[in-house]
């Protein structure tokens, strides 16, 4: 480090060993947290960056509701990189920029272009991104550098944040280290005043040391506010009562308010443009009478400085100083003489924005074309940034009232659930209009579903739907079905019935009939009208990624495979990960029931990270259950215990049976069949929720001796199964009639219906009960054909302690199977094998890193670190590897 920082050794070798290991080819990311003056900033700036190219930025306030602000103030100096990207990738970024056609930049897409340049960067020499300030980044800049930064690994890219944690805006990241800045020790706060104000007497100093807390900037800035006469320099003078962030900024605004007029004003129109590009805040100066000599006092005074030929205030708070110190008066001034010669159209609007203090349908009309825009680029908070300012400046109150309502849309698309409320209660106040009403009932219904409010939600969407019925059909439509899901999940079954009514005669009255019909039959376990319904929502070509979900329910894995698989090919085609995570769920479920538990396990873990890394809940919950039947079938008792007790209420009721029946499961596989019926003691009420684990739970009675409670689990099983009319599932409903009645010729109406390939691992557990009770039936040559079939699949499948239960049957029938040896392919990690397969395939790591939204780089590392483990040296040989 070139800089010493007083008592900051530990936390310097901390960032510095991120550096070190970017050096050495890791990528690593740090977020250093603490409050104002702390010393973050001088953290980031006394790191020792040689050999680096360093990416810059500082994010600022008033820019974080301009789309990408903070991502192009980063990037503003990489067009290198960027010319050689993908042709998407580099369009994506040049959007970004500013310098490209308007298009719909989506977040993700702009997270895997910006994964693309850093990791293109970092081939020629380390990468440093250092974001100051990060708490004002916008939110898709945010979102792009933490979805990049997550998935660096073998780049040589170094991505350091630094966030204010008290008095700022929330800069949640999740998964992400964290350094945090405390406040200095006395003696290293000593040391600190030793240095910069020895000229003091020591009392002085020790008072200066008690006010400043350890904070170091007030360390280093009242001593000269206390050479300026600023502070009273009595060794009895009272201790502070303000924090020592509030403090410092009084004493910059005391120190602002000393200069010269004219000095003001250029320090002013400097803070409220932010960008500080001299080329916009000299000539708005200019037009406010200022002009580039006047800076000289700001500097003489330390207040502002050089940076790579911008104006660069030296401390946030000197800007927040400047401006907040500054009239009304003078802040309007000075927007609107940087509307006058900013070029960018958003931010000459935003200055227009903020020079208007009464209604003024031009501009906000403009405001509005600007939320349009931005919802383009991805950027809610903007896009309600702006509906809102658009709003406060619209005269008209209808007008007003509808912005408001697309505001409060926007504010729950970006999280802000408390300023959507406020926003939506606002629009109602407004509106007349029965449709437009039924807009703002849609964002309280949100809401109230975010609360965990079903009913309420169910109530608020019906009667918006009413209000829609008449001025937009498809709309209220809409609103019904979802009405008739929140009713669903707060299992108010008199509603379901009554949206469906309500729904007669609208375009889409069908669909919300079918699921009413779907929620009523699983309620009540009528499976004929339960199936049926789930049919109809089937052929509905407006159900998306839903489908592959009610072709799993109707038992068809390989319709669910397929249409699962489609939406992920279309959403990696597009780069759009929003639809991905819950397509790559119900394709790992589908790949688990059709017997690929390895692939099963990569594409959920897959969708897993995403999901986490977007919040999408459901799909969390899903992904994580089917990881734990996964885990379950391979005898995984301590991966079960931590997917299914990392749960918590994540996903819902829903997903509270899925964990229930994979730890069942678990305990069937390991003989403990007293503990499968204490967990499915009540699936009765819920049966057609945990359809899969009947048979466990006909198996795990019938070992116990409870044949009436197996054979009440097998006749709800056989009736699902008849509805389905798909052969592996009749096979099982054979299967468990055989254990019930011990009757052969059930076993033998299994084992013929399971001919087909469906279910693998299913048609190994029907030979196996078969072999067995073949075995205790005193025909052990017969039996050994059952059991080496059943052991074969379950060594295939990796269901560790069925395999060994079949072979220990084998081994009581006089015929020894020893167990297979190291699998290697089971070394791998599920991210190694996914792309050891693609690899496999014949793609590219280029290929493969477009695919699973990797850098080039990581891919190259996974295969490194997966060929060992392989036993391969090369691409080429992994050929005759079993994947």
């Known amino acids: 480090m070139g800089v010493v920082l007083h008592g900051r050794a530990a936390e310097s070798a901390v960032l510095g060993g991120v550096l070190d290991s970017a050096r050495d080819g890791n990528s690593g990311v740090l977020v250093v947290r603490g409050e104002a003056g702390i010393g973050k900033s001088a953290l980031l700036g006394a790191v020792d960056a040689e050999g680096f190219r360093v990416l810059r930025g500082t994010a600022i306030e008033s820019e974080s509701v301009v789309p990408y602000a903070g991502l192009s103030l980063l990037l503003r100096c990489v067009s290198d990189g960027i010319d050689v990207l993908p042709p998407r990738q580099a369009a994506t970024l040049r ?19 910006l994964l693309a340049l850093l990791a293109e960067l970092a081939e020629r020499q380390p990468v440093l991104c250092l974001v100051d300030d990060a708490h004002w980044l916008d939110q898709g800049s945010a979102f792009a550098l933490l979805f990049a930064a997550r998935r660096l690994r073998a780049e040589s890219v170094a991505v350091v944040f ?15 280290p964290e350094l945090r800045l405390t406040a200095l020790s006395d003696d290293d706060a000593f040391a600190l005043l030793a240095e910069h104000a020895a000229d003091l007497p020591r009392h002085v100093r020790e008072r200066i040391a008690r006010e400043a807390a350890g904070n170091p900037l007030a360390l280093l800035e009242l001593p000269a506010a206390q050479r300026e006469g600023h502070l009273t320099a009595g060794p009895a003078h009272p201790p502070a009562t303000l924090p020592a962030h509030s403090r410092v900024r009084r004493m910059f605004a005391d120190r602002i308010a000393a200069l010269p007029e004219r000095t003001r004003t250029l320090l002013l129109v400097a803070a409220a443009d932010d960008t500080g590009d001299p080329g916009v805040v000299f000539p708005a100066a200019e037009r406010l009478g200022a002009s580039v000599a006047d800076l000289e006092p700001a500097e003489q005074r330390q207040l502002l400085r050089s940076d790579d030929g911008r104006i660069a205030f030296r401390h ?20 609107r003489a940087l509307a006058g010669v900013v070029a960018d159209e958003t931010r000459r609007t935003w200055h227009l924005a903020a020079a208007t203090t009464s209604p003024d349908e031009d501009v906000a009309r403009a405001l509005e074309r600007l939320a349009e825009t931005a919802r383009k680029r991805g950027g809610s908070s903007a896009v309600l940034a702006a509906y809102h300012r658009a709003a406060e400046l619209t005269p008209d109150p209808k007008t007003r009232g509808r912005r ?36 703002v009932a849609r964002v309280w219904a949100t809401l109230a579903g975010e609360r965990g409010e079903s009913a309420e939600a169910a109530t608020i969407l019906g009667k918006a739907a009413h209000c829609a019925a008449t001025g937009d059909p498809d709309l209220a439509s809409e609103l019904l079905f979802t009405a008739t899901q929140n009713a669903w999940t707060a299992r108010d079954f008199t509603a379901v019935r009554g949206f469906a009514e309500q729904a007669s005669g609208l375009p889409g009255a069908h669909r919300v009939k079918a699921l009413a019909r779907a929620a009523i039959g699983l309620d009540e376990c009528d499976v004929p009208d339960t199936l049926a319904a789930m049919r109809e929502l089937v052929a509905d070509p407006r159900e998306d990624v839903t489908r592959a979900w009610w072709h799993l329910v109707l038992g068809d894995d390989r319709a669910a495979y397929d249409h699962a698989a489609t939406v992920e090919r279309r959403a990696r085609a597009s780069g759009a990960l929003g639809p ?13 029931n059709l017997g690929q538990p390895r692939e099963a396990r990569e594409t959920a873990e897959e969708g897993l990270r995403i999901a986490a890394d977007i919040g999408q809940g459901f799909s969390v919950g899903f992904l994580s259950c089917v990881l734990a039947e996964q885990a379950a079938l391979a005898g995984d008792e301590r991966r079960v215990a931590e997917l299914v007790g990392a749960l918590g209420g994540t996903g819902g009721p829903p997903t509270a049976v899925r964990a229930m029946c994979a730890s069942a499961l678990l305990d069937l596989g390991l003989g403990r069949p007293e503990a499968v019926l204490e967990r499915l003691a009540d699936v009765g009420a819920a049966r057609l929720y945990a359809i899969g684990s009947l048979p466990d739970l006909v198996e795990a009675a019938v070992r116990v001796g409870e044949v009436g409670q197996a054979k009440r689990a097998a006749d709800w099983y056989a009736e699902w199964a008849d509805g389905t009319g798909h052969d592996w599932a009749l ?28 279910r693998p691992f299913e048609r190994a557990r029907t030979e196996l009960l078969y072999g067995e009770w073949l075995r205790r039936e005193r025909r052990r040559v017969e039996s050994r054909v059952p059991l080496r ?4 699949t379950f060594e295939r499948l990796g269901a560790t302690p069925w395999a060994e239960r079949a072979r220990q049957e084998l081994r009581a029938t006089g015929e020894s199977r020893p167990a297979p040896g190291p699998d290697p392919v089971g070394a791998l990690t599920p991210q190694e094998l996914q792309v050891v397969r693609l690899a496999a395939a014949g793609l590219s790591n280029r290929d493969i890193a477009d695919r699973l939204f990797l850098s080039p780089r990581t891919v190259g590392y996974h295969l490194y670190k997966a060929y060992p483990k392989l036993g391969v040296a090369s691409r080429g040989e992994l050929a005759r590897v079993p994947l």
């Open 731 to 758: 096979a099982v409903a054979d299967r468990c009639r055989a254990l019930v009645t011990d009757e052969e010729r059930y076993y033998l109406a299994a084992r013929d219906r399971h001919r087909s390939p469906a």
């Open 404 to 439: 408001l309502t697309l505001a409060a849309a926007a504010a729950v698309e970006a999280g802000h659930f408390d300023r959507a409320s406020a926003l939506a209660d606002s629009a109602a106040d407004l509106l007349r209009d029965p449709l437009e009403y039924a807009k």
């Open 789 to 792: 079939s059943a052991a074969e």
């Open 580 to 592: 991905l995570p819950r397509a790559l769920a119900y394709l790992a479920r589908a790949r688990l």
């Open 95 to 113: 959007i970004v920029l500013g310098d490209g056609e308007c298009g719909d930049t989506d977040p993700y897409h702009v997270g895997v272009a």
């Open 162 to 176: 630094a966030a204010r944690d008290l008095h700022a805006p929330p800069f949640p990241a999740p998964g992400v």
């Open 316 to 335: 946030p708070l000197v800007r927040t100083a400047a401006y907040r110190g500054a009239s009304l008066v003078g802040r309007i001034d000075a927007h």
